[in-house]
T-cell receptor
Framework: AAGVIQSPRHLIKEKRETATLKCYPI?????VYWYQQGPGQDPQFLIS???????DKGSIPDRFSAQQFSDYHSELNMSSLELGDSALYFC?????????????FGSGTRLTVV | GQQLNQSPQSMFIQEGEDVSMNCTSS?????WLWYKQDPGEGPVLLIA?????ELTSNGRLTAQFGITRKDSFLNISASIPSDVGIYFC?????????????FGKGTKLSVKP
């Protein structure tokens, strides 16, 4: 079965650079969530989109922005990168109404800021 | 913000042992979920619980939604080496967003040397 696809899997950037992470949800899933997981930490919710509109916002820095496109894929844009942004970034997708069983995580993008 | 207290933080297992971990919250949760995460991978859903008192099994895994709706536990029976990993509880608080989850800090399962 198709899963949530994230790209790239690994990314190395320098401080103050920008990065764009991409997420392709499971087909027919209409909701995308972004999480950040620091080393040895639990995932922290950043932002979510339902039907291309922002549906909820968590601890996302102002330097970050995200959007969901007409094909339901989502991009997380990160600017003025800081060392502390180094983390695993997970995307998850679901179909509203399917509850947690439809809530599938991708394998993540490991961002390293040097 | 809301927090989940997950314990223990880490534990060592010997093959064949039963394992138990739990999560508590200061507020009421409508949904409790248990995930397993392997290194460098995304969390994988193990069990989802939707009603207070609900007891659900998935193979050797059993989880319960506490009747107070403020806690949940996960049991793993007859552990095997591939059970090693990090287990997270997660949930949706009453009145919270439909989507985003609050995660516990995780329980790291390792094999006894």
């Amino acid at each position: 079965a198709a899963g949530v696809i994230q790209s790239p899997r690994h990314l190395i950037k320098e401080k103050r650079e920008t990065a764009t992470l991409k997420c392709y949800p499971i087909p027919r899933h209409d909701t995308v969530y972004w999480y950040q997981q620091g080393p040895g930490q639990d995932p922290q919710f950043l932002i979510s989109f339902y039907e291309k509109m922002q549906s909820d916002k968590g601890s996302i820095p102002d330097r970050f922005s995200a959007q969901q496109f007409s094909d339901y894929h989502s991009e997380l844009n990160m600017s003025s990168l800081e060392l502390g942004d180094s983390a695993l970034y997970f995307c998850a997708s679901s179909h509203r109404g399917q509850g947690a069983y439809g809530y599938t995580f991708g394998s993540g993008t490991r961002l390293t800021v040097v | 913000g809301q927090q989940l207290n997950q314990s223990p933080q880490s534990m060592f297992i010997q093959e064949g042992e039963d394992v138990s971990m739990n999560c508590t919250s200061s507020s009421i949760f409508n949904t409790w979920l248990w995930y397993k995460q392997d290194p460098g991978e995304g969390p994988v859903l193990l069990i989802a619980l939707y009603k207070a008192g609900e007891l659900t099994s998935n193979g050797r895994l059993t989880a319960q939604f506490g009747i107070t709706r403020k806690d949940s536990f996960l049991n793993i029976s007859a552990s095997i080496p591939s059970d090693v990993g990090i287990y997270f509880c997660a949930g949706r608080a009453q009145g919270g967003s439909q989507g985003n989850l609050i995660f516990g800090k995780g329980t790291k399962l390792s094999v006894k040397p």
